[in-house]
């Protein structure tokens, strides 16, 4: 008989101990979903050729993009990003790479570089497999819609893995890459490092979209086909009016071609597709 009461004493103490630890559980679950702030739904808004093939580059003029982007402070009060990625120029046949450190240049260790893109949005870059972008310190992904000021023509994201291989005596937030273009009209433009990436593949610079396409100045066919794709993204509660009143100025809203021109001069060759119809 007493042994039974022991039994019982024994069983009660397991299931209140489990209780406890159960009751724990849920609050502390309850806390840490508490305090997490849910993402807002991104949705995108990509840009197409009208009786295009899927698949292929946009072929959009970057002056296209050169005007949204001098317009992204009204743009951008309806829209979370504009994401743009030019053709990608293979290093070294089409793009050469030096470095400065402590005002002089080196060629650098940049065998493992085969890839040069501009670009307008850290979007592009992470789309890479097991991707992390990290930004120097006073910089961020707003750098590379930022147009030329006077002491430095762009900026740059490197891979991680140049941060040992740039030249002695690097210094992680003082350096800037020269990027040559090597076409029939040769021109160079300096960059200065604002973040680096890794990744499972860290094969491309990338670059601020305003100054890599400089590169191409002279080069208008170039120019008339740089932009190889070109996304929208705005989050759950944006004015829709305004942002497709926005892509209006410069879209068909369906695969029918528009009269006229465009805000940048040019026939409605490009559309979008309004949310509510895709």
């Known amino acids: 008989m007493e042994k039974d009461k022991v039994k019982a004493k024994g069983r009660i103490a397991v299931l209140i101990i489990a209780g406890i630890i159960v009751v724990t559980g849920a609050v502390l679950l ?3 979903l508490g305090n997490k702030e849910e993402d807002p739904s991104v949705y995108e808004i990509p840009v197409q050729r009208i009786n295009g093939t899927e698949g292929a580059s946009l072929d959009l003029p970057y002056e296209y ?3 949204m982007m001098n317009k992204q402070d009204t743009f951008l009060k309806n829209a979370v990003d504009i994401e743009a990625q030019t053709i990608i120029a293979k290093k070294p046949d089409d ?7 402590e005002k002089r240049w080196f060629i650098g260790s940049g065998d493992r ?3 040069v893109q501009g670009i307008t949005s850290i979007k592009t870059i992470e789309r890479k497999d097991n991707c992390k972008v990290t930004f120097i310190d006073g910089y961020d992904s707003s750098y590379l819609m930022k147009n030329n000021d006077e002491d430095m023509e762009g900026y740059t994201i490197l891979p991680e893995w140049m941060k040992d291989h740039i030249a002695p005596g690097y ?4 350096i800037s890459i020269l990027l040559i273009n090597k076409g029939p009209k040769p021109d160079s433009i300096k960059f200065k490092v604002i973040g680096f990436y890794k990744a499972d593949t860290e094969d491309t610079v990338y670059a601020s979209m ?3 396409a400089e590169l191409y100045k002279f080069e208008e066919d170039v120019l008339d086909s740089l932009i190889m794709s070109l996304s929208i993204y705005y989050e759950d509660g944006a004015n829709m009016k305004s942002l497709y009143s926005f892509m209006n100025d410069y879209f068909s809203d369906s695969q029918t071609k528009k009269e006229g021109e465009n ?5 409605y060759d490009f559309f979008y597709i309004p949310i509510t119809e895709q």
């Not at 210094?171 to 003082?174: M, P, Q």
């Not at 805000?263 to 026939?267: G, I, P």
């Open 30 to 32: 309850f806390i840490l």
């Open 65 to 67: 993009i050169r005007s």
């Open 95 to 101: 793009i050469g790479i030096a470095i400065e450190l």
């Open 113 to 115: 570089i085969l890839y």
């Open 171 to 174: 210094t992680i937030d003082n």
């Open 210 to 212: 305003y100054s890599y």
């Open 263 to 267: 805000l940048v001069n040019m026939d």
